[in-house]
């Protein structure tokens, strides 16, 4: 999930175990982070069929998301992510206060292939995006993560699709000029809502309370994931892994494995959820088939 820094020593997403280049891998970050080894964890796997609605879930107001901007896109070594300016907030969907933009990330697979985070119903998508915030009364993340409720993070899912997203070629058209880590570039004349579903699609969206997915792994997130999701084309999702880590290998598969519930309670903007996966459909055609095969029987 959140990026506190431009590079963070010590852990990866894939050990490399060379004679000059060891790093710690998701699996052992806790012997080194001890939060990390925390119980209230992210990333999570929903599972649709015990979320809770909850009518306090009631629509975000998304303050300058409609600005234009111009933001430094950097390679920080792990992922790749654009710095937002703080005059971008966002208020409602029981937020206790307002949170203000700090940057904006992504997590993927290698190659276009699976690579989100989080999981609906044990079913991965090829990538995912988290615009990060922060109390409006925070100057910094280090002062945001002291906070149980400092952060709030909105979690976009990503899937392919056939023609290509042009809203994000400006992102896309810019990773070229980020391929090694603490490369930088910057973006012009771009906006948030290029790259997210049209606002009135956001209404519907799962919550609960966890962490940053890399070290130190603060439990300090209010997240939301929306259902609708964003499309690119297989070769815009591909194009991610042109990047470079530290040791010139490919940046791919920079997700986090999902962690235990732990009895934490997931939430819904509705009482019915939409973002059914595969085999639930499969499952419910199923049962829909036996019951009519048994009264026509």
């Known amino acids: 999930m959140a990026y506190l820094q431009p590079t963070v020593p010590g852990w990866c997403y894939q050990p490399h175990n060379t004679c ?5 891998g998701p699996e052992v970050w806790g012997e080194v982070y001890q939060q990390c080894n925390n119980r209230s964890q992210s990333p999570i796997n929903i599972v649709t069929r015990r ?4 009518e306090r879930l009631t629509p975000f107001q998304f303050i300058g998301y409609k600005d234009m901007f111009h933001g430094q896109l950097i390679n920080n070594g792990h992922t790749v992510e654009l710095n937002l300016p703080s005059s971008i907030k966002i208020k409602g969907g029981n937020l ?22 989080h999981t609906i119903d044990g079913e991965q998508f090829p ?19 002291k906070d149980p409720i400092g952060l709030a993070v909105l979690g976009f899912f990503i899937e392919e699709t056939t023609p290509a997203n042009k809203k994000f070629d400006p992102l896309i058209n810019a990773l070229k000029n980020v391929t090694h880590p603490t490369n930088s570039t910057t973006l012009s ?12 699609n956001l209404t519907k969206y ?13 439990e300090a997130v209010v997240w939301t994931l929306f259902e609708n999701t964003i499309f690119l084309s297989r070769k815009q999702l591909a194009s ?3 990047l470079r880590y ?3 290998g490919e940046m791919t598969k920079t997700f986090r494995p999902v962690q235990p519930l732990n009895g934490r309670r997931v939430y819904h903007s509705r009482g019915h959820v939409d973002l059914v996966s595969p085999g639930l459909l499969i499952l419910a055609g199923l049962v829909s088939s036996a019951l009519f095969s048994h009264t026509t029987g």
Not at 51 to 54: A, K
């Open 20 to 24: 000059n280049d060891t790093c710690l």
């Open 240 to 242: 991610f892994s042109q």
């Open 206 to 218: 799962f919550r609960y309370n966890g962490s940053l997915t890399t070290p130190n792994c603060s």
């Open 51 to 54: 979320v809770l609605p909850d």
């Open 189 to 200: 004349s771009v906006s948030l809502d290029m790259f997210i579903p049209p606002q009135e």
């Open 246 to 248: 530290s040791n010139g």
């Open 96 to 117: 206790e206060v307002p949170y203000k933009a700090v940057q904006l990330h992504m997590h993927w697979g290698k190659e276009g292939g699976l690579g989100s985070e």
């Open 127 to 145: 990538m995912e995006m988290h615009i990060v915030h922060i109390k409006e009364e925070y100057t910094s993340l280090s002062q945001a993560k």
